[in-house]
């Protein structure tokens, strides 16, 4: 990559306080080789995060409003992104040059489109997010069921080699920024949950889609859809209109 070549990043807070400024330092202290710019968009915090980021070496942007996770990373496409983007949540830690790293493996992989790392709980132990399509028994069933849940995640995944997925977990990947402007960003039609599965199977035009596990990151997830019946319910309408939008596209 040339040396006048940058990264961006966007982070998208809501009521995320101390765990805002955390991931936004990984970010800015963290980012030594290449060049960046970091774009924090606020969904109307009411908490004061967006003031406890003042000062910081990045673009605050306050939206008037809560517009949802992919719309409000949207708002990263109005302004000068880098040659790979990246997306992460406010709840992830990291303590190397990550996004160096990941670039650079980007730039020797120029198939790649999209990728996420491995995910890994506080603790140590694997986030078995789901990386296979949503259906509609992955979706509920695998509420219930165990196997079905392992189906979703592919839980017998070997984490030792870069691997094919078919969903890359929003709470952190990298997208080719050439694809990301050509697909308009995630599909405001989802307020929250499954734009990034839907974003995945969209950038799969232009490229991989791949998990690779040499690089790791800590998600403090929160599950919050299996906790309140608010985010339950916003789930279940983003589901919905996944299953609907796909439905006899793919296999």
């Known amino acids: ?51 406890s980021l003042s000062g910081m070496e990045l673009t605050l942007i306050r939206n008037i409003k809560n517009i949802g996770f992919g719309a409000a990373h949207n708002v990263s496409l109005e302004h000068e992104l880098g040659k790979y983007h990246f997306i992460v ?28 790392p491995n995910v890994l709980n506080p603790d140590g132990t694997v986030q078995y997010l789901p990386k296979e399509i949503p259906t509609f028994k992955r979706i509920f069933l695998g509420r219930f069921s165990e196997s079905v849940r392992d189906e979703y995640t592919r839980r017998d ?67 919050e859809s299996a906790k309140k019946l608010k985010y339950l319910l916003i789930h279940t309408a983003s589901a919905i209109k996944f299953l609907w939008f796909w439905r006899g596209k793919r296999k």
């Open 157 to 223: 995944m070997p984490l030792d080699t870069v691997s094919d997925i078919n969903f890359c977990s929003g709470s952190f990947m990298c997208i080719k920024t050439e694809v990301f402007k050509s697909l308009g960003g995630f599909d405001k039609k989802y307020f929250m949950y499954l734009e990034d599965a839907d974003l995945t199977l969209k950038a799969q035009k232009y490229g991989r889609t791949v998990i690779a596990p040499q690089f790791t990151v800590v998600h403090k997830w929160q599950r």
């Open 89 to 116: 949540n406010p709840d992830i830690e990291f303590t190397s040059d990550l996004l160096s790293d990941i670039t650079d493996f980007m730039e020797e992989n120029p198939d790649i489109a999209l990728c996420m």
């Open 1 to 51: 990559m040339e040396d006048n070549r940058f990264i961006s990043a966007s982070v998208v807070t809501y009521n995320d306080g101390d765990t805002a400024q955390n991931v936004c330092r990984a970010i800015t202290e963290n980012t030594k080789r290449y060049p960046f710019k970091l774009y924090v968009i606020d969904n109307a915090s009411f908490d004061g995060t967006a003031d």
